[in-house]
């Protein structure tokens, strides 16, 4: 990480961060897919990016990759049923950070359907403010998605972190001006800690 002043605000990604999926089965599986074949044609570029950018409903970016998998609909509402779940050591971080009076926004690309799962996962209240790529209709690493991140927590972007387990995010993170950090793990949060400015 690029060390400058210390951060006064902290933009936290959700899943890979926040969220982690511990699934073992494979829903794919059943139906003679590959393991993971969802997803990955979820994440192609002519899908991933209208339903990221509130072009699509969530449901719509179902339907999309039932038609380019030949899975039946219905699996794709089950493999769509596991939300995953909050990664307690991290949750208990942001609340840290939140006590010390440093602002904590979860940035994220997501479907339209962000908050409901939030409310799913009891994270309802958990981060000053929620950016949602589907909301402000771009996506991270764009420069206006950080714009928009940043003035959410009425910080300046050299004030900002990112904590972002893509690296891809990361250095467009850095690209716009922010400071920016890989997450690979719960060790990683002493790191983000000294970057943070005393509350």
Request: aromatic share 8%; charged share 25%.
């Amino acid at each position: 990480m690029n060390r400058r002043k210390p951060a006064r605000a902290l933009l936290i990604d959700l899943d890979g961060v926040v969220r982690r999926y511990e699934r073992v089965e494979s829903i794919e599986a059943k139906y003679g897919l590959p393991d993971g074949a969802f997803l990955e044609t979820g994440l192609e570029w002519t899908r991933y990016v209208p339903a990221v950018t509130g072009a699509w409903t969530r449901a719509q970016w179902l339907d999309a990759i039932a038609d380019a998998t030949g899975a039946p609909r219905h699996a794709l509402d089950e493999w769509d049923a596991y939300r995953g779940v909050v990664d307690q050591d991290v949750l208990a971080f942001v609340r840290e950070i939140r006590a010390r009076g440093i602002p904590v926004g979860l940035a994220t690309n997501a479907t339209d359907d962000l908050r409901e799962d939030l409310s799913k996962l009891d994270l309802d209240g958990e981060f000053d403010t929620v950016i949602s790529s589907a909301e402000v209709g771009s996506f991270k690493p764009s420069r206006e998605f950080f714009a928009s991140a940043c003035a959410a927590v009425g910080t300046g972007k050299e004030f900002c972190l990112l904590l972002d387990d893509t690296h891809r995010n990361v250095m467009g993170a850095r690209a716009a001006g922010l400071l920016a950090m890989r997450y690979t793990g719960v060790s990683d949060l002493h790191y983000v800690r000294s970057a943070l400015a005393t509350g």
